[in-house]
Each structure stands twice: as structure tokens, then as C-alpha cells.
């Protein structure tokens, strides 16, 4: 077999048997295409698959992206092994590199506050749909490959709450406050707007938010350019703001208003509630912050005998 045979056997089970998305596929396929330019896949040892993560390392990638090739090469190789198409797997005994977890961006809630105003200052159809982003975002936590593809069937009914396929094409109920709702129900108005024309356009029916784009939905890379635009008019750093900073934003807030860690992982979706504990640190940090910048007694100093 071929390594691209290999690597489309191994992707066609991770989508049939594990229901990796689309993105994740994309992933795992980049990742083992670049092992194999200079790798067999057949016939390589662990000295090789060493080899490459060296080579990672030196060419300045970070800790977290060097993990997440290894962890597609262990994939990979796993899969070639249960299926006897290899009788051994080269990243046996190979140990991650190690990585420091960083906080995550997060922004105010003057910041948030500052972007839905300036989004609302934005006229026509665009304006509104780009108010329901900021605030769909913000108000349910949404990653932003959910967002683009929700169907438009997701915010009917639902009493407040939205039916989102995350990962692995699990669902779960996500919060929609009434700002988030009534923001929705404005741009439900409109939406007829951004729908093509044409073959195109049947096909993006479904979608909350249609486009001409291929996918027949809003792009996650168009996405990040709005917010960015929108960051540069509300006066933010646009380095500060992106859909998953509002997904921080969201579940910060949450912690620091005195929500249950169980509750927040379930609304983000998370599988595993380490996952969710950071922002128990973000919101930590950030009360500290506040302590030693407002409160009197932080900016006194103590005098010795």
C-alpha cells in the first residue's frame, strides 16, 4: 500500500469509527503527510519518528504543536499496528514534549461591552449579523467551527437554549440569554441577505449563517477577520480578540460570577473537567490583579524596626 493509502485508511476509520470532524481529519492528514515526506510509514523506527521531533524543535515550533504531531503519529501507527499492517509501533516509550499550559486571552466585560456597542454601530444587514455573532459567541461559548455551522434549525425552540454538534459529534444545550436571543431574532430578519444564488444557495439554506463560500456557510477564517475589524474600530488590540477568546471571555465570567466548574464544563462541552479547571486560575489571577491595583492595603509597605 501507498502511504497516502495508509493515511486514508487511518482517516477514513478516525471519521466512520471515532466521528473525528472535518477539521480534525484536516489536521491528522497535514500532520502525516509532512512525517512522511521524509519517513516510510511502513519501515520507520522510533530513531526516526526521534529524528523528526528534534527537527521540530529546532526549527522553533512549540511544545503544544510538537504534541499534537506526536499524538497523530501515535494515532497513526497505533492503527497500523491493531491492523497488521505493522508489528510494531515506533512511538512506543517516546515521551511528549514538555509544555507549560498558558493562561488563555481574555477580555472585560468593558471589552465585551465595548464590542457588541461598536458591532450595533455597524448599519445594514452586516452590522446585524455581526451583533448576533459577538453576542452568540459570548452568550453560549460557541467554538467557532460550531458558530459557522449551525443549522438554522438549532436556534428554533429550545426555550433559551441552543442544540450544538460539538466535538466528536456530540450534542449539548448551550445557554442564549435574552440580549443573545433578541440579537438573534433581529438578524433572523435579514438573513434572506447573505443567501446565493443559484445551486449554492439551496445548499446554504440550512445554515444559521449562509455564504457564498463553498461550505455554504460563513468560514471560520472569514469569521476572524470580522472580529478583528471590529476589534480595530472598538479600539482593542486585535491580537486580543478572536472567537475563542469570546469562548474564554464567556467561561471566565462564569467562574468569576461564582458558577460551579461541573456546570461551566458542560455548557463548553468540555469531556474532561481538567480542561475547564484553567479558568478557575484566569479568574484567580485576575481578582489578584484587581486586590493589588484598588485596594488600599496592597500598596502599602510594610516598615522595619
Do not use: W
Not at 500500500?1 to 477514513?12: C, K, P
Not at 445551486?199 to 445554515?207: D, F, L, P, S
Not at 455564504?211 to 477577520?225: D, K, M, V, Y
Amino acid at each position: 500500500m501507498t502511504r497516502a493509502t495508509l493515511i486514508e485508511a487511518f482517516l477514513d476509520m478516525m471519521s466512520a469509527e471515532r466521528g473525528a470532524s472535518r477539521n480534525t481529519i484536516a489536521a491528522y492528514r497535514r500532520d502525516l503527510l509532512d512525517f512522511a515526506v521524509k519517513n516510510d510509514l511502513k519501515r520507520c523506527g522510533r530513531e526516526e519518528v526521534k529524528r523528526y521531533l528534534a527537527l521540530l524543535a529546532s526549527s522553533g515550533l512549540s511544545a503544544s504543536s510538537q504534541a499534537r504531531k506526536l499524538s497523530s503519529l501515535r494515532q497513526f501507527f497505533g492503527f497500523l499496528y491493531a491492523e497488521g499492517m505493522r508489528k510494531d509501533d515506533p512511538t512506543s516509550a517516546i515521551d511528549a514534549p514538555k509544555r507549560t499550559r498558558p493562561l488563555p486571552k481574555i477580555l472585560s466585560r468593558d471589552d465585551v461591552e465595548a464590542l457588541i456597542e461598536t458591532a450595533r454601530a455597524k448599519e445594514g444587514a452586516e452590522g446585524l449579523r455581526l451583533v448576533c455573532i459577538v453576542e452568540m459567541l459570548y452568550a453560549a461559548g460557541l467554538r467557532v467551527s460550531e458558530l459557522v455551522e449551525l443549522p438554522l434549525a438549532a436556534v428554533r425552540g429550545k426555550n433559551g437554549f441552543l442544540l450544538v454538534r460539538g466535538k466528536g459529534n456530540k450534542e449539548r444545550l448551550a445557554p442564549l440569554g435574552p440580549s443573545a436571543r433578541e440579537a438573534v431574532d433581529t438578524y433572523l430578519a435579514v438573513r434572506d441577505a447573505f443567501l446565493p444564488e443559484g445551486t449554492r444557495g439551496r445548499a446554504a439554506e440550512r445554515y444559521l449563517f449562509p455564504s457564498r463560500a463553498a461550505e455554504g456557510h460563513l468560514t471560520r477564517g472569514r469569521c476572524h477577520q470580522m472580529l478583528k475589524e471590529l476589534a480595530l474600530r472598538a479600539n482593542i488590540d486585535p491580537d486580543k480578540l478572536s472567537p475563542h477568546v469570546l469562548r474564554h471571555a464567556f467561561a471566565t465570567h462564569l467562574v468569576e460570577g461564582g458558577a460551579d466548574l461541573r456546570s461551566v464544563q458542560t455548557m463548553l462541552g468540555h469531556a474532561d473537567i481538567a480542561t475547564t479547571q484553567i479558568y478557575t486560575h484566569v479568574a484567580s489571577e485576575r481578582l489578584t490583579q484587581v486586590m493589588e491595583a484598588a485596594h488600599p492595603l496592597a500598596k502599602r509597605t510594610v516598615k522595619s524596626n
